[in-house]
């Protein structure tokens, strides 16, 4: 079955980090571009941040750029996403999207709340 799964969700306070995973199982993750969305709650989902299957090409949304890393271990079939300075406009539940030639697949998510 081709799935994806998020992990790693956690309640932090601001100005804290934290690392969200993402892994696939029935398909290989390391030859796809994978990007990570969120929702927060009564809001549109939005776009985060992509990565190039080798890596080299990165994407963030504004909101994103400076705090947030996108990073690959294709050795692993993994993808995360480091969030650094968090702020409660984070809080949401956060997706990882393959969508590409052959597929489109999304994960359940992983819940990120930040709250002091």
């Known amino acids: 079955q081709v799935q994806l799964v998020e992990s790693g969700g956690d309640s932090v306070q601001p100005g804290e980090s934290l690392r969200v995973s993402c892994t696939a199982s029935?398909?290989?993750?390391?030859?796809?571009?994978v990007s990570w969305h969120r929702q927060g709650a009564g809001k549109e989902r939005e776009f985060v941040a992509g990565?190039?299957?080798?890596?080299?090409?990165?994407k963030y949304a504004d909101s994103a750029k400076g705090r947030f890393t996108i990073f690959r271990d294709n050795s692993k079939n993994m993808v995360y996403l480091q969030l650094n300075g968090s702020k409660p406009d984070d809080t949401g539940v956060y997706y990882c999207?393959?969508?590409?030639?052959?597929?489109?697949?999304w994960g359940k998510g992983t819940l990120v709340t930040v709250s002091s």
């Open positions: 999207n393959v969508n590409s030639y052959d597929k489109n697949v």
């Open positions: 029935g398909f290989a993750l390391s030859v796809y571009p």
């Open positions: 990565i190039s299957a080798d890596g080299l090409a990165i």
